[in-house]
């Protein structure tokens, strides 16, 4: 959400981003930071051989062949151009890479920062630079729609004020998962009750997904 915040200031944009929690950086500045993407540059120097297909076989295969094949492909295929795209907005990466634990090779990109904190630190500078008005405690409830496009949010701020938010050319979604959702979570497996806990953020709880149900998604 910060990185679309930050690009869309980039090209013009007025941006309000609503931030639910107290702090920006959800589940990314409590990660490990690891990003994956082939980079001759990186690699070479290491003497490790890769490509842009075999990045594409690999994440279908740790996905167990479940994933979009076209949204793997975009996802591959733009990830060393998402490395660009942050250092170009000063946020400073390793000079080598590593095989993050899970991975299937050596393509891993940590960040001069420890974990997640550098991609967050980073985004936020770049955003308010660019006027990117980040309102905190401000937490989502409904996606206003006209007809079967949404043109807006309705919110609650930390004073329990309703608050609408109107988008003259769109809304982006991006507010992670439902991990901390044990009702939600339990719909898709009833093993994962509340003796389960979550290594997710308190603020994981499916927000997002229930709104864009309840228009239709």
């Known amino acids: 959400g910060l990185a679309a915040a930050v690009e869309a200031a980039q090209q013009g944009a007025s941006v309000i981003l609503l931030e639910k929690m107290a702090m920006l950086g959800g589940n990314t500045i409590r990660s490990g930071g690891a990003y994956n993407a082939v980079d001759p540059e990186r690699q070479a120097p290491q003497g490790i051989e890769d490509s842009i297909e075999w990045h594409y076989y690999q994440t279908l295969k740790g996905g167990d062949y479940e994933g979009d094949p076209a949204l793997v492909a975009t996802f591959v295929e733009g990830a060393l151009g998402g490395i660009h795209w942050l250092e170009s907005l000063g946020i400073e990466f390793r000079p080598n890479v590593f095989t993050v634990v899970g991975s299937l090779w050596t393509r891993a ?19 308010k630079e660019k006027g990117v008005n980040i309102l905190k405690n401000t937490r989502a409830t409904n996606l206003l729609t006209k007809g079967r496009r949404v043109i807006g949010v309705e919110a609650v701020g930390k004073d329990g004020k309703v608050m609408e938010f109107r988008a003259n050319k769109g809304v982006v979604l991006a ?20 003796k389960i806990g979550t290594t997710n953020h308190p603020g994981a709880t499916g927000d997002g997904i229930i709104m864009a149900q309840d228009v239709g998604a």
């Open 109 to 127: 990109h940590l960040m001069k920062e420890v974990a997640g904190t550098g991609y967050i630190m980073g985004l936020e500078k770049v955003a």
């Open 175 to 194: 507010s992670g998962g439902f991990a901390g959702n044990i009702e939600l979570r339990m719909q898709y497996n009833d093993k994962l009750d509340e």
